[in-house]
């Protein structure tokens, strides 16, 4: 794809480093965090009150306008699988962002027609969960998820690539304060990050409550729309890395190599009588001890494996170390991103909480400001804002002075904080809404889902706020973990895996909310996840994702442990001085500079 972009921004090797200097830096970042902003403003605005806009103008029930939910965000959060292995094997990570950007502006535009036109939508019925109302009809709900779809599909493009292509932008590792660099990076983007959600999830929201659906869902169109203008426009000014080869068939090659070389004997590590296959001037000259059995993907059987230019003649067959220590490098991480599924289902729990607020006294103070119920979960963005300023600035300054690291906590013991304090929200959830509950029913409310309780809103604001460290620690850690794991052609893959984990955690509490619906209502008896919350048993649901995230903590200590087993005296050294090196190695193979590999005595 190297002529869709200036050639002056693809260059390699030495040319790369003269490019870099004049490109990138900080003057793209006004450009690359202004789509960010607009895209994140535009896209989470539309969240908070869906499940409202799916149960009042589509008369779907508490528990299906929920699922569908879930399987929307799941299907957001799995694409960017889908975006990371273009942008990192054929299109680049600019191109496929771009394509991204236009494709979410198209699916917010469809969704602001549902609320344009009343063709649109099912008639109008005043009491969508008392009244039998007349459902959407099959034109109608295409043309809804349609929009769904279209905007996970650039939800696709977008997420896997930003926060990498951002990083491309500031990387120089020649300077010795790039860590430290990288690392304020992480923070202050989340952070940038989180203050659009909490315009999204404020203003964004109030418009929706005030002003009506057709306005609230122009507004973050024409915000799409900046969002699209601005990224382009910083055109000119970015490092553009070229993509890689296919890591997917990287990966494929590895393992099918390995299983066809599965005769081999594998000499002891250390008495180096097995020749590896490597490029020239890599720095992976020896495959790690762990994971062993993928090794056998590198061995030489013979000299009639390579061709006269060094060349594997048969790339099923005989791989590079360095192709094997990035599939290793994936499966190692594997059971740690494993742990974070469980905390995906606790914070994406986006209906449930805007139904909680809607049936409580959302006014701040008496008779002043009335939050609207989709707003609550700014607490959360607060919370998780203050605290990655104050981990940057204040916390890492104090703890390094004691842990003798330039980054205060580790990044295993972030993410197991975030585990735990989540544990704490979740039990903090369940013990508000038995309280609500319970004042629902001693004020006659039980047969009235529509009723408001005399109980502030505000008691929802501690599990917000917990939800919100919960975040801050786990999901940056997370995100800093794969990125500092993986080599840099890999970095949107790991940027992606965080996703995949948020999407999976999104189909498994679509699975739980369906098993609850089925198990628990019995004998005539609502179930826990009712129409009426003040018939079901909200309390119960927070009770049971407690359970399964005490359990998650101790899986992921046992996680870690066995990750400290592998990683121990088997740290990989990534061919990337300068960032560049398959790159390099392509343009060195086109330009003949010798051999691709060395041959060890």
Known sequence: MASMENPDQTKSGDE??????????????????????????????????????????????????????????????????????????????????????VTSLIGMSLLWLTAVFPQARPPHCDSPMTESCVKANSAQLAHLFGSFVLMSIGAGGIRPCSLAFGADQLYDPSNPKNKRVMQSFFNWYYASVGLAIMISITVIVYIQDKAGWVVGFGVPVGLMFISTVMFLLGSPLYIKLMPNKSLFTSFAQVTEAAWNNRDLVLPPMESGGAIWYFHKGSKLITPTEKLRFLNKACMIRSPEDIDMDGRALNPWNLCTVKQVEELKALIKVLPIWSSGIIIAVTISQQSFPVLQANSMDRHLIPGGLKIPAGSFSVFAMITLTIWVAAYDRIVVPLLSKFTKRSQGLSLKERMGFGLIISCVATAVAGLVESKRR?????????????????????????????????????????????????????????????????????????????????????????????????????????????????????????????????ENGNKVEWDEGDGMEDELEADDHAKGKGSPIVFPH
């Open 16 to 101: 790369e480093k003269h490019v870099t200097r004049k490109l990138g830096g900080l003057k793209t970042m006004p450009f690359v965090i202004s789509n960010e902003t607009f895209e994140k403003v535009a896209s989470f605005g539309l969240l908070p009150n869906m499940i409202l806009y799916l149960t009042n103008e589509y008369h779907m029930s508490i528990a299906t306008g929920a699922n569908v939910i879930f399987i929307w965000s799941a299907i957001s959060n799995f694409m960017p699988i889908l975006g990371a292995f273009l942008s990192d094997s054929f299109l680049g990570r600019f191109l496929v962002i771009a394509l991204g950007t």
């Open 438 to 566: 319970a004042a629902a029913i001693r004020q006659g409310l039980a047969d009235n889902p529509y009723g408001v309780v005399h109980m502030s809103a505000m008691w929802l604001v501690p599990q917000h706020c917990l939800f919100g460290l919960a975040e801050g620690l786990n999901a940056i850690g997370q995100i800093e973990f794969y990125y500092s794991q993986f080599p840099k052609s890999m970095a949107s893959i790991g940027v992606a895996l965080f996703t995949l984990g948020m999407a999976v955690g999104n189909l498994i509490g679509s699975l739980i909310v369906s098993i609850l619906i089925k198990v628990t209502k019995t004998h005539g008896r609502a179930s826990w996840v009712s129409n009426s919350l003040n018939k079901g048993h909200y309390d119960y649901y927070y009770w049971l994702l407690t359970a399964l995230s005490v359990i998650n903590v101790f899986y992921y200590l046992l996680c870690i442990w066995a990750f400290g087993s592998t």
